[in-house]
């Protein structure tokens, strides 16, 4: 994994605690999620109009691979709205960010990158998983399968198999793009133009499968009228930090062997977001929550290094 990858990957992971924060102490619900990524959306939308020679250039499979990264995007943004609503932050949030990596690297197996799996890398992997499972418990002694079957694990656990769908979509569509080439055989984007313009269509087509949800569903539809009246400036700022937190990922995607590296360095966010929950919503800090973090950095260092 290079430096410039490990760089951007770093920041993104600050950013992406930062949104998180916000959209648990806003609303967490899919109507704010879904403000968020119509107001992200235009924020970037003049990438659209200077990228559009790389848009006409799309073939059938990359508009499927956008079809099928906003399905998944919208089923992690609801499944984390959820997990916020029942739980704390500071133990959804681990738990949807350290489970991917289970799925990402055996999808790996089966995609043939198991070469670019060193053995320490999924030590670190492990460990960062382990880390986050003792994030939730009371004490050592409650570890325990039932202290797990509640709302907030399960739509936690529901947005971790979003994430590492969208992942595994994501890294294949951004090599597809990246792979356009001119008449000259000269690309027609550069890696960072590519992840702008990702991540924009990526909200565009989240946009598309969220909002039938929201406006059907009359509850939901009051709270998105009501938020675009009173939230839309917080909104706007939380679509921006995503698609910036998340651009940075794609970029990130261009200088690594093994996209389950990129997976596993962006668990930096959940100490920084265990920090921000503690902090700013007065939520507990036990032994195990300390110990469980601790590990999870161990980790990502073994990740970082492998």
């Known amino acids: ?20 924060f916000f959209g648990k102490k806003t609303s967490p ?42 399905f998944f995007h919208s089923l992690y943004l609801w499944g984390l709205a959820e997990a ?14 350290s489970s991917p990596l289970i799925i990402v690297a055996i999808s790996s197996l089966f995609l043939g990158q198991q070469d670019t799996l060193s053995i320490q890398a999924v030590v670190g992997i492990v460990m960062i998983v382990v880390g986050c499972l003792f994030i939730p418990l009371p004490s050592f002694s409650d570890f325990r399968l039932r202290n797990y079957q509640n709302r907030t694990t399960v739509f936690a656990l529901l ?40 991540v924009t269509l990526q909200a565009a087509f989240s946009v598309i499968w969220m909002i039938w949800f929201v406006l059907f569903t009359p509850k939901q539809r009051q709270t ?44 930096l966010s959940i ?3 265990v920090l921000f929950a503690v902090i700013s919503f007065g939520e507990s800090l036990r032994a195990p929550k300390v110990i469980g973090v601790t590990i999870t950095v161990i980790g990502l260092i073994a990740v970082a290094l492998g």
Do not use: K
């Not at 951007?8 to 930062?18: E, I, K, P, R, Y």
């Open 84 to 97: 916020y609503r029942s739980g704390d932050m500071s133990i959804a949030y681990p738990l949807a960010r």
């Open 271 to 273: 100490p920084l977001g």
């Open 29 to 70: 619900t899919l109507g704010f999620f879904l403000l968020t990524m119509i107001a992200g959306a235009l924020v970037f939308s003049p990438v659209i109009i200077w990228q559009w020679p790389l848009i006409c250039a799309f073939h059938h499979d990359i508009l499927l691979l956008l079809f099928a990264t906003g």
């Open 1 to 20: 994994m290079t430096l410039t990858a490990i760089m951007l990957v770093l920041l993104s992971a600050f950013m992406h605690a930062g949104w998180n």
């Open 224 to 267: 998105f009228g009501r938020m675009c009246m009173t939230q839309w400036r917080i909104g706007l700022l939380t679509g921006a930090l995503m698609l910036g937190t998340y651009s940075l990922v794609i970029l990130s995607m261009a200088f690594v062997s093994n996209v389950s590296y990129v997976v596993a360095l962006r668990q």
């Open 159 to 198: 947005a971790a198999f979003a994430t590492a769908g969208y992942s595994l979509v994501d890294d294949r569509a951004t090599a597809l793009m990246r792979a356009l080439t001119d008449a000259a055989g000269i690309p027609l984007a550069s890696p960072w133009q590519v992840s702008l313009l990702y």
